[in-house]
């Protein structure tokens, strides 16, 4: 087994549980019964510590995932940057918030069981937030430019079958990285590091295949933010991008989405231009 496949299997299975999953009691019981423990939607947040953000583009990742914190929805955050170098893809946290008790089963139940039932289900949206918040600083927290790899492929491989699991009827998936691979398999920059190599889509495809990089996710929609960013980009507003550059890299990462089963909706480079939905 060539070591970029082994490296790859390796990731696949070790997705770290480095905090909290379940994180919120549901608030049914023996007296409150659900309907169904089918979730409408679960988000996926894979933020890539080796990608700087600035407070911009930060702002916009949590203004992106405060709208499925709500009722009979779910959401994972997770981390993840180079295997090779002791970074695991770890998930921070994850939890499910109830669905709305029927309200032709209210009177059939009795009013202090309703009582803690409502109480409860009111505080679940905060409680969601709060996990959120501090899921999201632990991992900017922990990002830094002197990781000298980035695993990108074979992290979203890994991720991507956390997704596939998922029985949420709806699968969203957010990915915060600059989208660079920079491993034994091949590498998306140039200059040294200091700026963004213009990739052949088709010559890079063929190395995936033979390593064997493509996930499976389930059909979920998927969005990028930060896609190509540097880490110069967060002192300045000068940067410039090579459209065509872009463009290759924008065109790998939709080939690459829909060989692995995703729907690749916006490549955020670095920004979304539209709310994901």
């Known amino acids: 087994m060539k070591a970029s496949v082994f490296v790859a299997a390796m990731l696949l299975s070790s997705i770290a549980l480095a905090g909290q999953t379940d994180a919120i009691h549901t608030c ?3 007296m409150v019964q ?3 423990g089918v979730l409408d939607t679960e988000i996926f947040v894979a933020i890539d510590q080796t990608t700087l953000l600035d407070q911009r583009l930060k702002q916009l990742v949590a203004d992106n995932i ?4 709500l009722p009979n929805m779910g959401f994972v955050i997770l981390t ?3 295997y090779t170098q002791g970074h695991y893809t770890d998930v921070l946290t994850s939890a499910k918030l109830d669905a709305p008790l029927d309200a032709s089963k209210r009177n059939d139940i009795p009013k202090l069981a309703l009582a803690k039932f409502d109480q409860c289900f009111s505080h679940q949206p905060q409680q969601a937030a709060q996990l959120v918040g501090n899921a999201l600083r632990s991992a900017y927290d922990g990002t830094s430019s002197e990781i000298a790899k980035s695993d990108v ?23 915060v990285s600059d989208m660079l691979e920079n491993s034994s398999i091949s590498s998306f920059y140039g200059g040294g590091g200091l700026s963004v190599r213009r990739i052949d889509p088709e010559k890079e495809m063929k190395l995936v295949e033979e390593n064997q990089l493509f996930g499976d996710f389930g059909g979920a929609r998927l969005y990028v933010i930060g896609a190509g960013i540097l880490p110069e980009d967060i002192k300045s507003t000068k940067s410039y991008r090579d459209p065509k550059t872009m463009q290759a890299l ?11 089963k995703a729907q690749l909706i916006e490549f955020g480079q670095p920004a979304l231009l539209s709310p994901i939905h």
């Open 28 to 30: 049914y019981d023996k």
């Open 153 to 175: 492929l074979a992290s979203i491989k890994s991720i991507s079958s956390l997704v596939q699991n998922s029985k949420a009827h709806n699968k969203i998936v957010l990915i």
């Open 80 to 82: 993840f940057s180079a």
């Open 34 to 36: 659900p309907e169904s």
């Open 66 to 69: 405060k709208p499925f914190l």
């Open 250 to 260: 924008t065109a790998f990462w939709k080939t690459y989405m829909d060989k692995s």
